[in-house]
């Protein structure tokens, strides 16, 4: 169950203490605003997203939801859901910062994940 409180996929995208921790860190540094129950990326969170290779401007034209706040069942808070969820977590696996789990929804944070987590959304891990 720890497991799943830290990290896991929720749907297409990153849930748990380090997806809430990294919407609250979009938010905090105004690179998300929050317009319920949608997301609004700033000028600020384009240029941002830009240095994760993360097209904004190429996701806000696909048919499905761009930025939704997606409650997050162990933290009570949101999280980051929408092709800019999907998008997010699609990068953290393909950088390998996390690993699926073949048994379950848990994601396995690497070491060079918590490195990264801690440098670029100041998410801090035990």
């Given at each position: 169950?720890?497991?799943?409180?830290?990290?896991?996929?929720?749907?297409?995208?990153?849930?748990?203490?380090?997806?809430?921790?990294?919407?609250?860190?979009?938010?905090?540094?105004?690179?998300?605003?929050?317009?319920?129950?949608?997301f609004v990326v700033t000028r600020r969170g384009k240029t941002f997203f830009a240095s994760l290779d993360i097209n904004v401007e190429e996701l806000s034209q696909e048919r499905r939801s761009f930025a939704r706040q997606c409650l997050d069942w162990t933290e009570r808070r949101p999280h980051v859901a929408g092709a800019l969820g999907a998008r997010m977590l699609e990068r953290f696996l393909h950088e390998r910062w996390l690993i699926r789990n073949p048994r379950d929804r848990a994601l396995s944070l690497t070491p060079n994940g918590r490195s990264q987590f801690a440098k670029r959304f100041n998410v801090r891990t035990p």
């Open positions: 169950m720890q497991r799943l409180r830290e990290a896991r996929s929720c749907y297409d995208h990153l849930a748990g203490r380090i997806g809430v921790a990294v919407a609250d860190y979009l938010t905090g540094n105004e690179f998300l605003d929050l317009a319920s129950p949608e």
